[in-house]
């Protein structure tokens, strides 16, 4: 599935405000990658990152913080892209047969072995926009 830059500042509005709530009154900054779709049940799989950052003595401190795939259950209308709502795997014991269960068998060996490398440019990713708010 192809993304139009609106439907990805849909998904990014959502994951800012829909998914964990700034535990320290900080700012939502989230940057994701879209591991596939499946247009037929309305769902896109995502990984995202999803971080608070938030200024205590001119300093940029961090607080709540996710790094999760998640589903992503979604109508594709005139309207545009809706999120309805979003799934994310259990912790622990759960989290493997969650996976195998949500997400499709394609992509379930990204997911298990979702690399540094692709976190490390999330991250990246969201520095600039850390960057780019304090400025």
């Given amino acids: 599935m192809s993304l139009t830059k609106e439907e990805?500042?849909?998904i990014e509005k959502y994951l800012k405000q829909e998914v964990i709530e700034p535990n320290f009154g900080g700012?939502?900054?989230?940057?994701?990658?879209?591991l596939a779709s499946n247009e037929k049940l309305g769902?896109?799989?995502v990984w995202a990152l999803i971080s608070e950052y938030y200024i205590e003595d001119k300093v940029i401190e961090s607080g709540t913080s996710m790094s999760v795939p998640l589903v992503l259950h979604v109508n594709d209308s005139e309207r545009g892209l809706e999120i309805l709502s979003y799934?994310?795997?259990g912790d622990g014991s759960y989290y493997e047969k969650d996976i195998k269960k949500l997400f499709?068998?394609?992509i379930h060996s990204k997911i298990f072995n979702?690399?540094?490398?692709h976190i490390n440019k999330l991250m990246k990713e969201m520095d600039e926009k850390?960057?780019?708010w304090k400025s």
Wanted: proline share 7%; charged share 20%; hydrophobic share 30%.
């Fill in 27 to 34: 700012e939502i900054f989230t940057a994701y990658e879209v």
């Fill in 87 to 89: 799934t994310m795997p």
């Fill in 104 to 106: 499709p068998n394609r």
């Fill in 43 to 45: 769902e896109i799989y």
């Fill in 130 to 132: 850390v960057e780019n």
């Fill in 114 to 117: 979702y690399s540094s490398v």
């Fill in 8 to 10: 990805e500042g849909t």
